[in-house]
C-alpha cells in the first residue's frame, strides 16, 4: 500500500475514532437500541484510547500497527474498569464519557491537523497492512 | 472495455493488463468460492447431533472443501512472484472466520461448559460494584470481568449474547498480534504472513473464548514483541556472570553456526522509540497482570531469556515485572493460600476427564484426541527444521528460539490444573509458526513447484490434525436453551449450601450473580469413584440434607459420545427418578430436569 493511500485511512480512522468518541457515551445515556450504538461502543473500547495515547508518547513517522493500537485500547480500558473496584466507585456511565472525552482530548487535534494538512504528524500508517 | 458492433460495450479479461490485477481478481473468487462453501456447510450443519468427529461429523463436506480451496489459494498467493499482503491477509481472515466464527453462527447458547463461570463474575460485578476477594480466584484478578460488566451495560447486550462472537473477535486479535511480533524478526512479507497463517492452522487449543487468558494472551504477545522490536541492546557485560554467560552464548552461536558468517536479523523499523516502547510494555504487562494468573510469568520468563540470549532488555525490567507480578499475588494471597498451591507439578490431562475412563467411546473419539497432539508434534518439527535452514544460510536470532522454548518452563513449576503443557504451547505458537514459515514459506527465486509445495504439504497435515482438536469434541461443547435455564435455576433457586450434583462434568456453570448464594462445587457423578448411575447408588451417594440432581440434553450428549452411559440407560434413570418418592422435580424446561432430594 501506497504512503498516501495509508495516509488517508489513517486520517479516516481517526474520523470514526473521533465520532465513535462522541456517539458511544451519547448513545449509552440514551439507552438507544441500535446497531451503531454497538459499533461505537465497540470503536470507543478497542481503537480509541491506543489512537489517543499512542501520539502523546511518541511521534512516529513509520505510525502505528493496529495490535499496537488494539493493545493500549485494551490495556487502558481495562485498568480504568480495575480502578473503579479499587476507588468503590461504580458508574459505568460516567466511565464511558470519561473515556470518550478524554481520547477525544488527543484524537480531535490530531484529525484537524490532519486535515489540514499540517506536517509533523505522521505522513504514514501501517493501520492499513494490519 | 471495448466498443463492440452493436455498440455495446465488452469486458474482455485481456483489459486487465495489470497481472497484479488478474491475481488480485483471481483470488477473489477463490476466497469467494471459499465463503461459498463455507453457507452450504452452514445450511446443511446438524450442530445437536452427536458425533465421534464433533463438529466435523456433522457438517457437509463443503465445510472441508471449502478449508481445502482456501489453503491452496493461500499457497498460490504466498507463491507468487509479486506478493501482495491485502490478499494474503484476506485469505487468513476468511480462515479465521471459517474455525471460529462457524460455532458463532450455528450454536444457540454459549459454547463450552467453562465461559459460564465467567458470566457469573461479570453479573456479580455489575450488580454489586465490587470484587470480593474471599469469593473467587477469579475475584482476586477481576479486570477482565469488571471491564465485560462495563463493556455489557455500554452496549445494553448481555454478555450470554455476545460470547459466541467473542472468539473471532480475540482470534483476529491474536492475528494481529502475531503480525505485530513476527515483523520484529523479518520484512519479508511472504515469511510474516505465512506466520501468521501456520499460527492459526496450529492454534486448536480453544483459549481464545470470553476469558481472561485470550485478553491476557494479546496484551501479552504484544509486550513480548515490544521488547523483541524496541527493547535498545545492553551495555557490554561488566559482572562476572554477565561476562560468562555472554561467552556460553556466543560460543553456542558459534558452534551452530559452523564457521559461516552470521546475518544480522533482517526486521521492519521498530513501531516506537525505545522509551516509547517500554511505556507501553509497562501498559500490557500491568493488563496481564491485573486479568491472568499464569500470563505474567510467561511474559516474565521471556523478558528473563530474551535479557540473557539477547542481550535486551535491560535486567531491571525483568526485576520490575517480578515486583509487580508479586505485589498483585500477594494481594491475592490470603485466598490462594486456602485453596490452592503456588507451585504445583501434576500430569498434564485433558479437559475429557473421562476420555481415559471411556470404555467404549464413539468412532472417532480417541483417534482426534491422538490427532490433535499430533499438531504439536508436527510444528514442533517444521520449526525446528526452519532454525537448521536458518544457521545453513548464516542466520543466527536466539530471540525466536528461546521464545519458543522458554513457555515450557513453567510446566515445571505449576501443572495449573493439568493445562499447563497447552498453555505453555499457546505461548511458544507465535515463535514455532515463525520458525516453521522460515523453513516453508516459499522463496521468490525458485520454481512454483518448488516453491509451494512444502507449504501446501505442512498446511494439510498441520491443519487436518489440528482441525480434530478444534472441532473434535463439539458435541460436548454444544448447549440448548434447556441446558442454560437449568444452570441458572440450580444457583436462583437451590438452598444456600444445598449440594449440586450432574451426572457429567460438562454441565454449564454458574450464569449470574447468585453463585455467590453457594459456593460449595459442584459435582458430576461420572468423575467420582464408581461412577454411581443407579437410583440405590446416586440415593446413597446424596445422602440427606438439600441436594440437587441435574440432567439435561448436553450431558445426554457427552455420556452417549464416550459411551458412559447408553440412551436407553439414560431414559431409565429418568423415568425412576421422576417416579421415586425420595425425590421430587424441582424444574424442568424442555429435556433439562432438576430433582430435589426430599428425604
Known amino acids: ?130 | 472495455m471495448k466498443l463492440g458492433a452493436r455498440g455495446q460495450f465488452a469486458w474482455r479479461w485481456s483489459s486487465l493488463d495489470d497481472a497484479a490485477v488478474r491475481a488480485v481478481v483471481l483470488h477473489a473468487a477463490s476466497i469467494v468460492i471459499a465463503v461459498g462453501c463455507w453457507v452450504l456447510a452452514l445450511r446443511g450443519a446438524r450442530p445437536g447431533d452427536v458425533s465421534g468427529w464433533g463438529l466435523l461429523g456433522v457438517l457437509p463436506f463443503t465445510f472441508l472443501l471449502g478449508l481445502v480451496v482456501l489453503a491452496v489459494g493461500f499457497v498460490a498467493a504466498a507463491s507468487s512472484k509479486e506478493v501482495q499482503p491485502a490478499v494474503l491477509a484476506a485469505y487468513v481472515v476468511v480462515l479465521a472466520a471459517m474455525l471460529t466464527a462457524t460455532t458463532a453462527l450455528l450454536y444457540p447458547e454459549p459454547r463450552y461448559a467453562w465461559v459460564y463461570k465467567h458470566f457469573g463474575i461479570i453479573d456479580y460485578i455489575r450488580l454489586h460494584g465490587s470484587a470480593d476477594r474471599q469469593l473467587s480466584i477469579y475475584t482476586n484478578w477481576p479486570a477482565f470481568f469488571a471491564l465485560n460488566a462495563w463493556l455489557s451495560d455500554a452496549l445494553g447486550i448481555s454478555p450470554l449474547r455476545y460470547a459466541n462472537w467473542a472468539q473471532f473477535g480475540f482470534d483476529l486479535a491474536n492475528l494481529a498480534a502475531v503480525l505485530f511480533v513476527v515483523r520484529g524478526l523479518t520484512r519479508d512479507a511472504r515469511t510474516q504472513w505465512t506466520a501468521v497463517w501456520l499460527f492459526e492452522i496450529a492454534n486448536w487449543i480453544g483459549q481464545d473464548y470470553l476469558s481472561p487468558q485470550a485478553f491476557s494472551f494479546v496484551l501479552a504477545l504484544v509486550a513480548i514483541g515490544l521488547l523483541v522490536r524496541c527493547s535498545p541492546m545492553r551495555s557490554p557485560p561488566r559482572s562476572r556472570i554477565d561476562r560468562w554467560l555472554e561467552a556460553r552464548v556466543g560460543r553456542l552461536a558459534s558452534w551452530l553456526l559452523r564457521g559461516r558468517v552470521p546475518r544480522r536479523r533482517d526486521a521492519m523499523a521498530p513501531p516506537l522509540a525505545a522509551r516509547a516502547g517500554l511505556i507501553v510494555t509497562g501498559l500490557c504487562y500491568l493488563g496481564v497482570v491485573l486479568t491472568h494468573q499464569l500470563a505474567p510469568v510467561f511474559v516474565i520468563i521471556a523478558a528473563a531469556t530474551l535479557c540473557v540470549a539477547a542481550r535486551r532488555p535491560s535486567p531491571w525490567v525483568v526485576v520490575a515485572m517480578v515486583a509487580v507480578e508479586a505485589w498483585w499475588v500477594g494481594l491475592a494471597y490470603p485466598f490462594l493460600s486456602g485453596h490452592f498451591s503456588l507451585f504445583s507439578i501434576a500430569p498434564p490431562t485433558s479437559a475429557r476427564l473421562t476420555l481415559a475412563s471411556a470404555e467404549h467411546p464413539l468412532t472417532g473419539v480417541r483417534l482426534s484426541a491422538d490427532l490433535s497432539g499430533a499438531t504439536i508434534v508436527l510444528i514442533v518439527l517444521v520449526a525446528a527444521a526452519g532454525v537448521l535452514r536458518g544457521l545453513r544460510r548464516g542466520r543466527w536470532d536466539p530471540a525466536p528460539i528461546v521464545l519458543a522454548g522458554g513457555p515450557f518452563v513453567v510446566i515445571a513449576l505449576q501443572s495449573y490444573g493439568g493445562e499447563g503443557p497447552l498453555r505453555a504451547y499457546l505461548f511458544a505458537l507465535p515463535w514455532l509458526a515463525y520458525l516453521a514459515a522460515s523453513a516453508v514459506a516459499p522463496r521468490p527465486d525458485a520454481a512454483l513447484a518448488r516453491r509451494a509445495w512444502r507449504l501446501l504439504v505442512v498446511t494439510i497435515a498441520v491443519g487436518g490434525c489440528s482441525l480434530t482438536g478444534l472441532f473434535g469434541q463439539e458435541s460436548t461443547n454444544y448447549y440448548t436453551a434447556d441446558d442454560v435455564a437449568a444452570a441458572r435455576w440450580n444457583y436462583d433457586h437451590a438452598q444456600p449450601g444445598g449440594h449440586l450434583y450432574y451426572l457429567m462434568p460438562n454441565f454449564p456453570g454458574p450464569v449470574d450473580a447468585n453463585f455467590a448464594r453457594n459456593l460449595t462445587p459442584p459435582q458430576s457423578l461420572v468423575q467420582i469413584k464408581g461412577f454411581p448411575h443407579t437410583l440405590p447408588a446416586i440415593e446413597r451417594l446424596m445422602g440427606s440434607g438439600p441436594a440437587y440432581l441435574t440432567l439435561s440434553p448436553a450431558q445426554q450428549r457427552y455420556a452417549l459420545l464416550d459411551g458412559l452411559i447408553s440412551q436407553p440407560a439414560y431414559l431409565e434413570l429418568l423415568r425412576q427418578l421422576a417416579q421415586s418418592p425420595d425425590f421430587t422435580l424441582a424444574y424442568r424446561h424442555g429435556s433439562a430436569f432438576v430433582f430435589a432430594l426430599v428425604r
Open chain 1, 1 to 130: 500500500m501506497s504512503s498516501g493511500r495509508r495516509s488517508h485511512l489513517h486520517t479516516a480512522l481517526l474520523a470514526v475514532v473521533a465520532v465513535s468518541c462522541v456517539l458511544a457515551p451519547l448513545l449509552t445515556q440514551l439507552r438507544v437500541d441500535s446497531p451503531l450504538r454497538a459499533a461505537s461502543v465497540l470503536v470507543l473500547f478497542l481503537l480509541a484510547p491506543g489512537a489517543a495515547l499512542l501520539p502523546l508518547i511518541w511521534r512516529s513517522p513509520v505510525g502505528y500497527e493496529l495490535a499496537l493500537v488494539l493493545a493500549t485500547s485494551l490495556a487502558v480500558t481495562a485498568l480504568i474498569a480495575q480502578s473503579m473496584l479499587w476507588l468503590g466507585a461504580w458508574n459505568t456511565s460516567a466511565a464511558t464519557w470519561l473515556l470518550g472525552v478524554l481520547s477525544l482530548i488527543s484524537v480531535a487535534p490530531q484529525l484537524v491537523l490532519r486535515l489540514l494538512g499540517r506536517a509533523g504528524y505522521p505522513a504514514a500508517s501501517h493501520l492499513g497492512d494490519g
